[in-house]
């Protein structure tokens, strides 16, 4: 698997259960049962369950079969025995990220890996770092042995692979979490990126501001949702709002520059966006505007180290130790589970939003 990495950390031996099913089971399907409900041999049955198609391939009428009659008598994998055949001591939950996305740097992914470690329930398990192609994930999805996985969670995808996934992880039968997304059959850990933009413009506009510049990172589900609660409450208020992506510090500094030199009166609340916020404010600084005296600046994600900096904070922290949790409850067929799981976000006041001045223009201007 491309950029796999572990790291030695949780999971007892269970046997997997569906968190729906609230009945009472004396016996769990086994593959035999399997095999019998399909009119397939136990071979062709395993086959299929392995995503192998040695040494003759498997048609997708018959996967599809197999996979319906698995769902139909709530069948599950034994990973126990299924690692005991493979002379295993432990059980993997796997992180899927997307390739390039930097461990060592990135503070969100950083964060959220160290609680997910942090919060295990048992040593025995192991976490293993697994990445996939931006938009390819259906190769991801047909070179690896998902059932040597106990779960899988979902870090940061794209929108086409959240609705990929989503659409065949039945298929799989096993359980996967995505986190920092919302998805409509698997369970997610998220948090509420509505309330956290609302509570951002308000405090511009609580400081006299009518002119917000958003600074968004990228058009995916996260950036469409703070875009869409900023300029609604602009739209309530009448005040102006501009969208400018910029989806890291480079870019953030260029885009930030050119708007600077280009325009006469500029917006006077800027809210950025976590990975380009260091662009920007290098680029005001360059051009001798000040925070929070001509500019106010807000982030979502204070990733610049800068303490007075005003910020709405990820729950990042939270997230990965609700979602380790989910995870075990639904490998343990905890009963009426919610599969849904939205978390608020920290605000951080700071000292970066301030009251606009009247001669903001004017003070532009002599500067130079």
Same mark, same amino acid.
């Given at each position: 698997?491309?950029?796999?990495?572990?790291?030695?950390?949780?999971?007892?031996?269970?046997?997997?259960?569906?968190?729906?099913?609230?009945?009472?089971?004396?016996?769990?399907?086994?593959?035999?049962?399997?095999?019998?409900?399909?009119?397939?041999?136990?071979?062709?049955?395993?086959?299929?369950?392995?995503?192998?198609?040695?040494?003759?391939?498997?048609?997708?009428?018959?996967?599809?079969?197999?996979?319906?009659?698995?769902?139909?008598?709530?069948?599950?994998? !034994?990973?126990?025995?299924?690692?005991?055949?493979?002379? /295993? @001591?432990?059980?993997?939950?796997?992180?899927?990220?997307? #390739? *390039? =996305?930097?461990?060592?740097?990135?503070?969100?992914?950083?964060?959220?890996?160290?609680?997910?470690?942090?919060?295990?329930?048992?040593?025995?398990?192991?976490?293993?770092?697994?990445?996939?192609?931006?938009?390819?994930?259906?190769?991801?999805?047909?070179?690896?042995?998902?059932?040597?996985?106990?779960?899988?969670?979902?870090?940061?995808?794209?929108?086409?692979?959240?609705?990929?996934?989503?659409?065949?992880?039945?298929?799989?039968?096993?359980?996967?979490?995505?986190?920092?997304?919302?998805?409509?059959?698997?369970?997610?850990?998220?948090?509420?990126?509505?309330?956290?933009?609302?509570?951002?413009?308000?405090?511009?506009?609580?400081?006299?501001?009518?002119?917000?510049?958003?600074? !968004?990172?990228?058009?995916?589900?996260?950036?469409?949702? /703070? @875009?869409?609660?900023?300029?609604?409450?602009?739209?309530? #208020? *009448? =005040?102006?709002?501009?969208?400018?992506?910029?989806?890291?510090?480079?870019?953030?500094?260029?885009?930030?520059?050119?708007?600077?030199?280009?325009?006469?009166?500029?917006?006077?609340?800027?809210?950025?966006?976590?990975?380009?916020?260091?662009?920007?404010?290098?680029?005001?600084?360059?051009?001798?505007?000040?925070?929070?005296?001509?500019?106010?600046?807000?982030?979502?994600?204070?990733?610049?180290?800068?303490?007075?900096?005003?910020?709405?904070?990820?729950?990042?922290?939270?997230?990965?130790?609700?979602?380790?949790?989910?995870?075990?409850?639904?490998?343990?067929?905890?009963?009426?589970?919610?599969?849904?799981?939205?978390?608020?976000?920290?605000?951080?006041?700071?000292?970066?939003?301030?009251?606009?001045?009247?001669?903001?223009?004017?003070? /532009? @201007?002599?500067?130079?």
């Amino acid at each position: 698997m491309p950029g796999k990495r572990s790291f030695p950390y949780l999971t007892k031996h269970y046997v997997y259960s569906n968190v729906n099913d609230v009945r009472e089971t004396k016996k769990p399907a086994t593959i035999k049962d399997l095999a019998e409900n399909t009119g397939l041999s136990i071979a062709t049955v395993s086959r299929v369950l392995n995503n192998s198609s040695y040494p003759i391939p498997i048609s997708e009428r018959t996967r599809k079969k197999v996979y319906a009659a698995a769902r139909d008598i709530h069948y599950r994998p !034994n990973l126990t025995a299924r690692n005991l055949r493979k002379k /295993r @001591k432990t059980l993997y939950l796997g992180i899927l990220l997307p #390739t *390039g =996305a930097d461990i060592t740097h990135d503070a969100f992914i950083w964060t959220l890996i160290s609680n997910l470690q942090k919060h295990r329930s048992n040593e025995s398990i192991q976490l293993s770092l697994l990445s996939y192609l931006p938009g390819h994930i259906n190769i991801f999805w047909e070179k690896t042995d998902l059932l040597s996985f106990s779960g899988i969670f979902v870090c940061i995808p794209a929108d086409e692979d959240v609705l990929f996934i989503d659409s065949k992880q039945e298929e799989t039968l096993i359980p996967w979490l995505f986190i920092h997304r919302t998805a409509q059959h698997c369970p997610y850990v998220t948090c509420d990126e509505k309330s956290a933009a609302t509570t951002l413009v308000h405090h511009f506009f609580d400081a006299g501001h009518q002119s917000i510049l958003f600074f !968004n990172t990228r058009d995916d589900s996260v950036g469409r949702e /703070r @875009k869409s609660a900023i300029q609604k409450e602009c739209a309530k #208020t *009448g =005040a102006l709002f501009q969208e400018i992506i910029a989806k890291d510090t480079e870019e953030g500094y260029r885009k930030a520059s050119a708007l600077i030199s280009q325009s006469h009166t500029l917006p006077t609340g800027w809210i950025t966006n976590g990975y380009n916020t260091l662009g920007i404010l290098h680029a005001l600084r360059e051009k001798k505007i000040r925070i929070p005296e001509d500019i106010s600046l807000a982030a979502f994600n204070n990733l610049t180290g800068w303490p007075l900096l005003t910020s709405m904070e990820e729950p990042t922290a939270k997230m990965g130790a609700r979602a380790i949790q989910m995870m075990e409850e639904i490998i343990q067929g905890k009963k009426n589970l919610s599969k849904e799981e939205t978390i608020p976000s920290f605000f951080h006041r700071g000292k970066t939003v301030g009251s606009p001045l009247l001669l903001h223009s004017n003070n /532009r @201007k002599k500067r130079g």
